[in-house]
């Protein structure tokens, strides 16, 4: 369960290091509406992460995958907005553009393994 619990506290950090981000954009229009977009799906991944974890069924636990993929694919697109709108500079997101990439290939992966029908946990 090590995995489990280690997958749950990452997407949780994420959650927080996105509503810290949120918290440091300008107070401008453009910038609030990106944020609140970033903030709504940035956090969502633990809480569908930890649906899918409690999920009865898997074809419930795949679904729940599937949400965390999108929210994560959500989630790089607003990233992608708020530094080509240079509302925030490219340097103060890689660290969470990096965490978002290498989450949505663990969830990928996790995706790919329900499809092929190999056992999770």
């Known amino acids: 369960m090590k995995d489990t619990n280690d997958l749950r506290g990452r997407t949780k950090e994420f ?4 509503i810290r981000l949120y918290s440091s ?15 709504r799906s940035g956090t969502s991944v633990g809480a569908n ?16 995958i599937g949400d965390c993929l999108k929210e994560l694919d959500e989630t790089s ?5 708020l530094v ?10 890689n660290a969470l553009r990096k965490e978002c990439d290498e ?13 092929q029908g190999v056992k999770m946990g």
């Open 77 to 81: 697109y607003w990233f992608e907005l």
């Open 84 to 93: 080509e709108a240079e509302i925030q500079p490219s340097a103060n997101l």
């Open 49 to 64: 992460y930890r649906e899918a974890f409690r999920s009865r069924s898997k074809a419930e636990f795949t679904a729940k």
């Open 103 to 115: 989450l949505l290939a663990i969830f990928t992966a996790i995706a790919k393994k329900c499809k």
């Open 25 to 39: 954009l300008p107070k401008s229009a453009e910038a609030q509406v990106l944020g609140k977009q970033v903030l």
């Open 15 to 18: 959650a927080i290091q996105v």
